[in-house]
């Protein structure tokens, strides 16, 4: 039949293959496949109307199939050749029936095609999940979703002769509505800005597949943005690291913040739409770009998604960065109020606890103290540590009940009238007998007899090797002995009970050992209270956590003994930890300004001092690699100056960077990050013996523990 409509390249050479082979692409292998020995026949001899129809599918970049026949015969191109994935290149030439043998029964698909052949039906099937797997990046599939549109094909004589169908796999689409729901839900446990952009940035660029995606909201009379590209090397701490913001001028011309500033929505589709201010290659390459205003009374900003080819918004994608807006603006806007309610209480707590732990020769001492409830109130627990007249070191920790400003401000007074006590007349149940007189008066003053007050108070004397402690109801101290000639132990310290402060407490005291080796900890009942256990196992836990520990380093001991119970808590936690050094250690500390040549000081700094004191110079580069990367991530994280201190024993060096921003400390999960920028978390695991963080209400601190080589 000669061809007079249409014209379908045929090859040069006859086919010799019996199949098409692995590899081939779909239209190389619809002209490469024997059809004369199918129902369909040699292509010289195609009906012009099917040659049409062939050539339109060979040519369509959109999935396409032709059913030929009774059997149903499938011939199909590059687009659904890819659709329908391991089932090619086999399912060329063979009927429907058997290529689809797994699903042909289920309802709408062996039905829908036989009924649009027989009955001459078109059918559009919309959002249809079949078992037709879209493989994920981790290897795993998942079943896709798509619409597909059945119709009859006719030859020149009007006939049916099979059915064309065009399918669109909508599977993004309809995870995107899907993770919008899992959006919300992220969102809605957000507590500050940091949360709320790290919770955005990682949603936009999964959800839209997006090359870049930023967000700025508004800071006074300027702007702060902070943007995620794709293809960014982030491991599992910098997904909890406090973003990096970029600040931007009220005028900048930046789509996200003239969108911010206006409230206008705006989308181009193909440009250079930030080439004006491109901070980087990065933004150089975006071609296409959506900017979306946060619907908010109390906060200005906006969020864009880009991409560095052309990108045309349909209606649907628009309404979907409409709805994510939507649900950024809300979060931010709690968010705000959150950290402005947050800021006060913070304010207060700092000042109840101590700016600086005595440094002593012979004792290290820690602590560390993390909010419970959801870090929007100032708590009650307190710790203190401080060289009495005589010489020995006097430890305090204690708990009023509650989480609010009373709370804080009651604690702030039971410390400050314990160090006036204890510099008079520091014997530990002399001083606890004054408490309770405090205590019980300001039950009287404020009319209430709910005023609960729980204390421990020791004294420590070095030269005697000893430490003498009393309760007013609080949780026995706990104290890891390492004996010459066996394993590190934990015991309990039996000390008299006394009830709590305010109810008339008469604490006794009970003085032990406490050698070079042994290391003292106070804590609170935040630490092995939980509420679906009993007392007893949150102690068990405790003191086997700290008999297992590798050091007794006190900030060591103080992140293992916050961990050491799993679970949640709401109440506060606070850890004081004091090592009786076997050694007297050697110290230095260095201030760190917020400027850009700040590492590299320290990296000079840290070299100069550690070869002073003749560390091993395997101990000196690996310690100056991890201070330099904590450095740069207390600059860039935090925004503040910071501390660097370094601590060298005879057993080990110890660092710690310390800084005094308050953002991505609110909570516990938020605190227990590094920053890596790619590589940081590996190379501190890599390179320490230990490391870890300490959130405290004045920032964060940053440690990592190397042994040194024995002599």
Known sequence: MPGTVGRVPTPSAPATRTAAEPGVTGSASVLAHPWADTPLGPPQ??????????????????????????????????????????????????????VFADIWDDPGTGEVLQRAY??????????????IHRHLPDGTGEPAVFTRGHSPVRDSAGRII????????????????????????????????????????????????????????????????????????????????????RRMTAESPFPVVTTARSGVPYFASDGQPLRENAADRHDEKIRAIAALPLRSTVIRGALTVGYQLPHTWSAAERALLAASAELVGQAAERARRF????????????????????????????ARYEPGVDGNAAGGDFYDAFVLPSGALAVVLGDVAGHDLRAAARMGQVRAALRALALSDPRPDAVLAGLDRLVTSLGVESGTHELFVTVVFGVIEVDRGTVTLASAGHPAPLIR????????????????????????????TVTVPFTPGDTLLLYSDGVVE???QGLADGLGGLGDALSGASSGDPRALCAVATAAVPGATEDDVAVLAVEHAVKPSRSASMEVPAEPTAPSRV????????????????????????????TTNALLHAGTAARVEIDLSAERLLVSVADSGTRGTVTRAQTDTLSSRGRGLGLIEELSDAWGTDPTVRGSTVWFEILVPAG
């Open 118 to 131: 027989r009955n001459g039906e078109s059918f559009l099937a919309r959002e249809a999940v079949l078992p």
């Open 339 to 366: 950290e402005t309610q947050h800021g006060t209480a913070q304010l207060l707590q700092r000042s109840m606890l101590p700016d600086q732990l005595p440094d002593l020769p012979r004792l290290r001492i820690a």
């Open 603 to 630: 990296r000079h700094w840290l070299t100069a001092q550690l070869t002073e004191w003749r560390v091993p110079e395997g101990v000196i580069g690996a310690a100056v690699l991890c201070t330099s990367e904590l």
């Open 162 to 245: 099979g059915v064309l169908t065009v399918a669109a796999q909508t599977t993004q689409l309809t995870q995107q509505l899907q993770s919008l729901s899992e959006f919300a839900a992220a969102l809605s446990g957000t507590l500050t800005l940091d949360d709320v952009a790290r919770v955005t940035l990682r949603y936009c660029i999964d959800s839209f597949d997006a090359d870049r995606v930023s967000l700025a909201v508004d800071e006074g009379s300027a702007w702060r943005m902070v943007r995620r590209i794709r293809g960014e090397l982030l491991d599992e701490a910098d997904e909890r690291l406090p973003p990096l913001w």
């Open 45 to 98: 001899r195609w009906d012009p109307a099917l040659r049409a129809v062939v050539e339109l599918i060979v040519a369509s970049p959109v999935p396409m199939a032709l059913l030929y026949g009774d059997d149903l015969v499938m011939l199909y191109n590059d687009g659904y050749a890819e659709l329908i994935g391991g089932r090619h290149p086999e399912a060329l030439g063979r009927p429907a029936a058997e």
């Open 481 to 508: 002995r390492c004996p010459p000639d066996g394993p590190p132990v934990a015991e309990y310290v039996d000390v008299p009970p006394g009830a709590p402060l305010g109810l008339d407490s008469r604490p006794g």
């Open 530 to 532: 939980r509420r679906w």
